[in-house]
């Protein structure tokens, strides 16, 4: 299995180099930014992750998530902000633009891990459990699950399910973007 590469983007260089020597220790391999800008001329799309401060220089981190998850080669790397900011709108903005977990400051280096190891599993079965695009683009395909989009039909193992027009769209849409948290909006 190959190593999983983490990007730490945080302007505190002693907090960062803590966070690099443990993620190390636990078999990770890590690169370090300290600012939005230098950590958006890597190839990011190389990293298994990326820790994430919000209150960085001129660019901050949630206008990185953001550019991030507009990228299509960079949508599915999963974020997890670790941010002094620390209120329940703070988190609920940084989730809803799509960060996969938020660790408020001050925070314990094994808290940080456990919850690196545990997005990374969930991120991961997500690439080997993905939704299989078939040889018909516009079916969808999650174990025994298939959707038909061109005919909006609903087969679960190989049985037809009936579903509303709007139930159809939401499954659609929680399917093509499953392991992440979605809004009531979205």
Known sequence: MPVKRI????????????LK????????????????????????PSYSLILLDI??????GI?????????????????????????????????????????????TVRNVIARVKSVLRRTSGHKSNNVVQNAKPNILKVEGLHLDLEFKRCIVDGVEVKLARKEFELLA??????GKICSREQ
């Open 21 to 44: 020597i443990n993620l190390e220790n636990e078999g990770f391999d890590v690169d370090i930014a300290f600012s939005a800008e230098q950590a958006l001329s890597l190839d990011l």
């Open 63 to 107: 206008k990185m998530a953001k550019i991030l998850k507009s990228n299509v080669k960079t949508a599915n790397i999963p974020i997890i902000f670790c941010t002094a900011r620390d209120s329940e709108d703070d988190m609920i903005m940084g989730l809803n633009i799509g960060a996969d977990d938020y660790i408020m400051k001050p925070y």
């Open 7 to 18: 990007l730490i983007v945080d302007d505190e260089e002693t907090l960062c180099e803590v």
């Open 55 to 60: 209150m960085l220089g001129e660019t901050s």
């Open 173 to 178: 849409y929680l399917i093509s973007h499953r």
